[in-house]
C-alpha cells in the first residue's frame, strides 16, 4: 500500500475516525484505524462497533493496500508533522512508513483482514434531511435523555419517520422532549438511537456544513448517516419505546408567555444559590405581576423578577434549575410559552405557536 496527500487533509479525516475509536475495547483491531486505498482514494474507518465513522479523500502517486494501525500512534504522528505532503508506504509484512519533509516515522501495523466488519448499509429505508435540520433535532433533544445505562432504552433518542415529517423523542424519567422536522418523503418507520452516539454525530455533522443535506439509511439493527464523503453508521436500541404522546398535557389552568433569553438571564442568577446534588430548586411565583424567581441555600438567597403575560390561575411551582436551564439553552425562538396544572403536575415548556418543540419537565414539591 502506498499514497501521498497533504498532512492538513489527512489530520482532518484521521481526527474525523478517531472519535469511533475506543481504548476500552478487547478487540486489538478496533483500537486501530483501517487504511485502505482504491481508486487513487485513501479510505479511513473507525470503529467500536457501537459507532463506526468511514471517510475517503483523494491521494497520488497511489498503490492498492491496505493495513491496520494504531488510532492513538497515527493520529499524534499526523498532528505533529509539518503542514506539507505526507508520504505513506505499508510493506507485506503490515511496517507502515510515514514521511514528511525531514521527518521519518515506522510503525508496526497489523493486517487488515483482522479488522471486524462494520456492515455499511445498502439499500436500506432512505430519507434526504437538511443537515441544520439534523443538528437541530439532537440538540433539542438529546440532552433530555437518560444516562443510566440501566434504564434500556432511555439512553437513546426515538426517531420516528413518516408524513413528511422527522421526530425526535428524548426522556429520562423526570423529563421529556420532542422535537420534530419536515423531511422528504420516506416509507414510516420508527427506531432508537443512543443519544451519546447522535452527539457525536452532530459534532461531526457541523464539520461538513458543505453538506447541506445529508441522507439518512435505515435498516433492522443499524442507521447510516452520509455527509459527503463521510459515512457514520450506529446500531439501533432493540425494546419499546415508552407512548409519550399519552403523557403530553391535553390541557392546562395556567399559561404565561415570556421572554426566553430574560427567563433564562433569571434562572442562571437563581442558579447561583444552588448546589448541586443537594439544593437544585428554584422556586417561581407566576401571578399578573409576572414571574418572580427565587433561590435559597445556606450562603444567602435570590430573589429575581420577569415580565410575564398570564393567561389562567397564579401558581407557585418548583424545578430542579438544571433541568429549566437546559432547555432553555437550546430554544431559539424570542419568546416561549408556559402551560401547567397545578404545582405537582408537569410543566410544558414550548413554542408561543406551532408544535415544533415541547418540552415536559415535573415539578420538584415546595415544602410548606
Known amino acids: 500500500m502506498k499514497f501521498t496527500c497533504s498532512q492538513s487533509v489527512l489530520l482532518k479525516a484521521v481526527n474525523m475516525v478517531s472519535k469511533a475509536v475506543s481504548a476500552k475495547t478487547t478487540v486489538p483491531a478496533l483500537k486501530g484505524i483501517l487504511l485502505q486505498v482504491r481508486d487513487n482514494e485513501l479510505i479511513l474507518t473507525g470503529s467500536d462497533l457501537d459507532f463506526s465513522v468511514i471517510t475517503r479523500i483523494d491521494v497520488v502517486e497511489a498503490e492498492e493496500g491496505s493495513v491496520i494501525v494504531s488510532a492513538k500512534l497515527f493520529s499524534e504522528i499526523i498532528r505533529k508533522l509539518p503542514n506539507a505532503m505526507v508520504r505513506a508506504f505499508a510493506d507485506e509484512k503490515n511496517r507502515l512508513s510515514i514521511s514528511c519533509l525531514d521527518s521519518n516515522f515506522n510503525i508496526v501495523g497489523a493486517p487488515a483482514d483482522e479488522y471486524p466488519s462494520v456492515g455499511i448499509v445498502d439499500n436500506a429505508n432512505s430519507v434526504e434531511l437538511n443537515n441544520k435540520a439534523f443538528r437541530n433535532l439532537i440538540g433539542r433533544t438529546s440532552f433530555a435523555a437518560s444516562i ?177 436551564m437546559d432547555v432553555l439553552k437550546v430554544i431559539s425562538d424570542e419568546e416561549i410559552a408556559l402551560e401547567m396544572t397545578n404545582s405537582l403536575s408537569a410543566c410544558m415548556i414550548k413554542q408561543v405557536d406551532g408544535d415544533s418543540y415541547q418540552y415536559l419537565v415535573l415539578p420538584v414539591r415546595l415544602s410548606i
Not at 439512553?155 to 420532542?178: N, Q, T, Y
Not at 427506531?191 to 452516539?197: E, F, L
Not at 453508521?233 to 408567555?257: A, C, H, Q, W
Open 148 to 324: 443510566d445505562e440501566k434504564k434500556g432504552v432511555l439512553v437513546g433518542c426515538l426517531v420516528k419517520i413518516g408524513g413528511g415529517f422527522i421526530e425526535m423523542v428524548s426522556l429520562d424519567g423526570f423529563r421529556m422532549a420532542v422535537a420534530k422536522e419536515q423531511t422528504g418523503n420516506a416509507e414510516n418507520v420508527s427506531i432508537i438511537v443512543p443519544a451519546k452516539i447522535l452527539n457525536e454525530i452532530s459534532k461531526l455533522l457541523s464539520e461538513q456544513e458543505a453538506a447541506e443535506n445529508i441522507r439518512l439509511d435505515i435498516e433492522e439493527r443499524k442507521i447510516q448517516i452520509t455527509a459527503g464523503d463521510v459515512r457514520m453508521i450506529s446500531r439501533l436500541l432493540d425494546g419499546e419505546f415508552i407512548r409519550y404522546n399519552d403523557i403530553l398535557p391535553k390541557m392546562y389552568k395556567t399559561r404565561v408567555i415570556v421572554s426566553r433569553e430574560e427567563l433564562q438571564s433569571s434562572v442562571e442568577r437563581a442558579s447561583l444559590f444552588v448546589i448541586e446534588g443537594k439544593n437544585n430548586l428554584i422556586k417561581l411565583k407566576i401571578d399578573g405581576n409576572g414571574i418572580e424567581i427565587t433561590s435559597r441555600n445556606d450562603s444567602g438567597n435570590v430573589n429575581d423578577n420577569v415580565s410575564a403575560e398570564l393567561e389562567g390561575d397564579p401558581i407557585e411551582i418548583g424545578f430542579n434549575s438544571k433541568y429549566m
